[in-house]
Nanobody, 114 residues
Framework: VQLQASGGGLVQPGGSLTLSCAAS????????LGWFRQAPGKQRELVAR???????GYLDSVKGRFTISRDNAKNTVYLRMNNLKPEDTAVYYC?????????WGQGTQVTVSS
């Protein structure tokens, strides 16, 4: 199983980014997909999650600013991030859960700074 994340970068406060994560080697349509992040000195936290039935959930601090979506035809999950804040700075990881198995992407850095 491979998860390839992309789309991170440096953005000013108030800016936007879209992260993408393409999966291969596993069943995708029914998988639970998530984006996590880890800031320096902090624990990894769940930012957003989407089920095979398109049910979504978000960390309170990103509600209304971030949107998770999936394209099953492309085996890809996205995280659209608007109105970014300095406290969103972290390495973002995509996660795929099939049954009891968890798979992780390599992480992509998001830095929000003026």
């Amino acid at each position: 199983v491979q998860l390839q994340a992309s789309g991170g970068g440096l953005v000013q406060p108030g800016g936007s980014l879209t992260l993408s994560c393409a999966a291969s080697g596993t069943r995708f349509n029914l998988a639970i997909l998530g984006w996590f992040r880890q800031a320096p000195g902090k624990q990894r936290e769940l930012v957003a999650r989407i089920t095979g039935g398109m049910i979504t959930g978000y960390l309170d601090s990103v509600k209304g600013r971030f949107t998770i979506s999936r394209d099953n035809a492309k085996n890809t999950v996205y995280l659209r991030m608007n109105n970014l804040k300095p406290e969103d700075t972290a390495v973002y990881y995509c996660n795929l859960r099939n049954g009891g198995d968890d798979f992780w992407g390599q992480g992509t850095q998001v830095t929000v700074s003026s």
